[in-house]
């Protein structure tokens, strides 16, 4: 886990009380129309529900995504009561996991919830290599994310009965277009598998894998990044090293975490010639999961000529 997600924990933590005085003085759902409350962590995981779900008469499943600002680190998240609320009320709970979004369990527990919790780490059965990190940034796996629409498929098919032939329809739309984007990773493998490339943070590593690239970054690099602390000088020698010596065809680069190093990485690309492929961790705005991927396989196909 990195400072900057321990930093969001401590802050929730200190919410706890207040979400258990919401989850008490909220109005009862008795009487109103049957729905089924929906909340994820991020608009990634709430884009993926809706497309399952669709948009049914009278609203039956609605989907509340705690962070949608594509402006904001998700790292640095902090709880307000709004968020305090829908958890205590959701009747499932999507969270990424792997110490990505702890916010959510502390919310979760607080509330006393019973409501059913996926989460896509633990679904896709992924583990941190011998002497390595997770990679919990699991959404850029295509795999993982097949098995995140079965897996909602069947618990909304469970509380929704009357619904599940409407969820597996949308559901399978869904997966064909994720089997085309999977086709276009192996098209990029087929022409320039081994090629190299840098990273600033490994957000987009499980695509850039499918893609047969190489990431060349030192891990020293991408992880001190990742968990806000200093880069050391013979390191970040090391990555601009990459760019001077063309031993990289592109960098993917995070937009959502820039600072001064990053900076620097990101002039030394631009002046060595090295095509930038700008990733998010979050939704851009007015798009969805697939178009958004797509729009990410193109430019890293782009990026490889």
């Not at 930093?7 to 049957?34: D, E, H, K, M, W």
């Not at 085309?180 to 957000?203: C, F, N, R, Y």
Request: charged share 20%; hydrophobic share 45%; net charge neutral.
């Amino acid at each position: 886990m990195s400072v900057r997600r321990r930093g969001c924990a401590a802050v929730l933590a200190s919410a706890a009380l207040a979400l258990s005085l919401a989850s008490c003085g909220a109005s009862s759902r008795a009487g109103a129309a049957p729905a089924l409350s929906v909340v994820a962590s991020t608009d990634v995981y709430g884009d993926i529900v809706q497309q399952v779900a669709g948009r049914l008469a009278g609203g039956r499943v609605a989907v509340t995504s705690i962070i949608d600002d594509p402006a904001a680190d998700p790292h640095s998240y902090e709880a307000n009561t709004r968020t305090q609320l829908a958890i205590s009320h959701a009747d499932l709970i999507v969270e990424n996991g792997g110490g990505y979004d702890d916010f959510v369990d502390t919310m979760r527990r607080a509330a006393g919830t019973a409501a059913t919790v996926i989460n896509v780490v633990q679904l896709s059965g992924k583990r941190a290599p011998t002497g390595g990190t997770l990679n919990e940034h699991v959404w850029y796996d295509f795999p993982t994310v097949a098995k995140l629409v079965e897996r909602v498929v069947t618990v909304l098919s469970e509380k929704d009965s009357t619904d599940a032939a409407t969820f597996r329809a949308n559901a399978a739309a869904f997966t064909k277009k994720l089997r085309s984007l999977e086709g276009v990773e192996a098209a990029i493998k087929a022409q320039d598998t081994g090629a190299g490339v840098a990273i600033t943070e490994p957000v987009p590593l499980y695509l850039l894998e499918a893609c047969g690239l190489v990431n060349r970054s030192p891990a020293q690099f991408s992880r001190a990044i990742e968990d806000g602390t200093d880069v050391a000088p013979r390191v970040l020698r090391q990555t601009l090293a990459l760019f001077s010596g063309r031993q990289v065809r592109l960098l993917a680069y995070n937009e959502q975490t820039s600072s001064p190093v990053t900076e620097k990485v990101l002039s030394a690309a631009k002046a060595d010639h090295i095509p930038v492929v700008p990733v998010t961790e979050t939704l851009p705005a007015h798009t969805d999961y697939l178009a958004w991927m797509g729009k990410n396989l193109d430019a890293v196909r782009s990026a490889l000529g």
